[in-house]
């Protein structure tokens, strides 16, 4: 006999449910039980009674995270960044910045993976749900997309050697609501720590995925009319291309993502 819950399901009943809800998109547990909001009570008049109780502190939720007054986010971001002098210290210091709304949201701050010492540093965009669980960039499908196509020109993450590496980093290190796309004002509240962490590695040649991380670099969009054309961002050779998402999505646009990949192949001999 299998274990019961609570809720009078057993073990494998809950594990359905449970996949039921992520399936639906789900994903994030908010309050021990669900609430149904057409049966909240009609809104408290803004005149209190004296007799109603106030709602506790803690029951209010949190206020937004905005900079003290007279202060600059971006240059906070800047001066922060412009202080490092290594990599570990650039993590300790993005893991440190609280002046960006988008990591209230976030399980853990998406740094970088692959080798900093690599020729080649993808810049994608902001984590996915899975990415903000792991602490990682580029995992799941797209991940193990981006993990063959880099690897049929002979380039890997898990390269210690400098010819056959890749750098990865996400332009936004914080998983946006709902996964949407970062908008402008946040790719440039947190452009200070991508230029840094750019400067701070090896990189001869940076490939941006996707519009976001185009933005990010070069703070022009469109993706579609910019990829396969070399251009320059950070002071380094850039080539733009389609994110693989948008590739698994979209299988018929893999001949022009081989292409760009082909034309990266000829810049490194």
């Known amino acids: 006999m299998g274990i019961v819950s609570d809720s009078g399901l057993d073990w494998n009943a809950a594990l359905a449910a449970l996949a039921w809800q992520v399936d639906l998109g789900m ?3 908010v309050q021990e039980a669900p609430q149904n909001s057409f049966d909240l009570p009609e809104a408290v008049p803004w005149a209190r009674r004296a007799t109603e109780p106030a709602a506790p502190i ?3 939720p949190a206020a937004p995270l905005v900079p003290p007054s007279g202060t600059d986010a971006v240059a906070v971001a800047r001066g922060s960044a412009e202080a490092c002098g290594t990599i570990d210290d650039l993590r300790a210091a993005m893991t ?3 002046l960006c709304e988008l990591k209230r949201g976030a399980r853990k701050t998406v740094f970088a993976a692959g080798n900093p010492a690599a020729r080649v540093l993808i810049l994608g965009e902001a984590p996915t749900r899975e990415e903000d669980l792991e602490g990682r960039p580029f995992i799941g499908p797209q991940g193990q997309l981006l993990d063959a196509m880099f690897a049929a020109i002979g380039l890997s993450r898990s390269s210690d050697e400098r010819p056959s590496s890749l750098y990865i980093l996400p332009a936004i290190p914080w998983r946006t ?3 949407r796309e970062p908008d402008a004002a946040e790719l440039a509240l947190l452009r200070p720590f991508t230029e840094r962490h750019i400067a701070l590695s090896k990189a001869d040649f940076i490939v941006t ?7 990010a670099a070069t703070g022009q969009s469109g993706v579609h009319g910019a990829r396969g054309k070399w251009g320059q961002a950070f002071g380094k050779p850039l080539l733009p291309m389609m994110h693989p998402s948008y590739l698994l999505q979209n299988p018929g646009a ?10 990266l192949k000829a810049r490194l001999k």
């Open 58 to 60: 803690a029951a209010r």
């Open 254 to 263: 893999k001949r022009e993502a081989w292409a760009d990949l082909l034309s």
């Open 96 to 98: 440190a910045f609280d």
């Open 177 to 179: 609501p709902g996964d």
């Open 209 to 215: 995925m996707g519009n976001a991380a185009l933005l």
């Open 27 to 29: 994903g994030e547990v």
